[in-house]
């Protein structure tokens, strides 16, 4: 490689949970740089959380949801002697948290309900009780791979 490896940049915890992959996620979640809105978006989908399963911290659940949406395999498409195949391998930690994120957030925001924090709310619990839109694409990545491992010598 030519260039240096880019720093990794330093996230602050947020401020009401003290959680530094609370910040990761509304980070994600943050349209045109609004982050407060996004910050007041995750943490009323938290109370909304709350006052579901009062039995638990909120920000547990949304731990342990996230935890089942993320994927531990993904399929890479690689041309080999004119074909194409589907190769199944294994994602480092830091892309497997922003991938399980992204499908978090994408499926909240496909949802139906009317205010964003009902949304992302809805589909926390859903990935808590492993249902869901992000959880069965977690389950059809992971299938997708399943189904191609026969290839999985050819890895990069």
């Known amino acids: ?33 609004k982050k407060s809105l996004a910050f007041r978006i ?26 089942h949406v993320t994927p531990n395999v993904e399929v890479k498409s690689r041309r080999i002697g004119g074909a194409t195949f589907q190769i199944p391998t294994e994602i480092p930690a830091s892309r497997k948290q922003s991938i399980g994120m992204k499908n978090m957030i994408r499926f909240a925001r ?19 009780k492993e249902e869901g839109a992000a959880f069965k694409r977690k389950e059809e990545t992971h299938r997708m791979a399943d189904a191609n491992k026969a290839f999985s010598h050819f890895k990069f």
Do not use: C
């Open 1 to 33: 490689m030519r260039k240096a490896k880019a720093k990794k940049k330093v996230i602050l915890p947020d401020p009401k949970y003290k959680e530094v992959i609370v910040t990761k996620f509304v980070n994600n979640l943050m349209l045109k740089g």
């Open 42 to 67: 995750f943490y009323d989908a938290m109370d909304i959380v709350n006052e579901k399963f009062s039995e638990e911290s909120p920000v547990d659940i949304w731990k342990k949801a996230l935890a």
């Open 110 to 128: 496909k949802r139906h309900e009317k205010a964003m924090a009902q949304r992302l709310a809805g589909e926390v619990m859903a990935a808590y």
